[in-house]
């Protein structure tokens, strides 16, 4: 299961599919450009998911905004999305849980490519076990 632990953060990257610049110098963010993606409607379209996974697997067609998210997710992993605006942080948060709990047949070999270690994974994980669920309190009639 350590195909299964990626850096969440890529796969944000993977759907919010459409994120940076091509040359950005140390300091400077990825563009802010697509950050109003719908990504329930890519997450909810199995033919725009594979796309993209295709597309970052180099499996297949890359569109513009593909061709931007793949060549920035290397160091957008390397990283942590330190260069990601907020938006882009809890989109590639949102993408990256949906693929570990919904789609692992996509987020394996994506994790195999760009983060072999699994650190997201497991932080995803350990965030999971410390999450505390309040139940409503019932009131006694």
């Not at 160091?75 to 693929?99: N, P, R, V």
Request: glycine fraction near 2%.
């Amino acid at each position: 299961m350590l195909a299964f632990q990626v850096d969440l953060r890529l796969l944000i990257l993977v759907h919010l599919v459409l994120l940076s610049s091509a040359a950005l110098p140390e300091n400077s963010k990825y563009t802010t450009k697509y950050d109003n993606v719908n990504l329930e409607e890519i997450v909810h379209s199995e033919r725009l998911l594979k796309n993209y996974v295709d597309c970052l697997l180099d499996k297949g067609h890359c569109t513009p905004d593909g061709l931007e998210l793949k060549k920035n997710m290397p160091d957008a992993i390397e990283t942590d999305c330190s260069k990601c605006s907020e938006k882009q942080k809890e989109g590639s948060d949102f993408i990256m849980k949906y693929l570990i709990d919904n789609k692992p047949e996509y987020w394996n070999p994506l994790q195999e490519k760009y983060d072999p270690t699994g650190s997201y994974k497991t932080r995803y994980f350990e965030s999971k076990k410390q999450e505390v669920k309040v139940e409503p309190i019932s009131q006694a009639s």
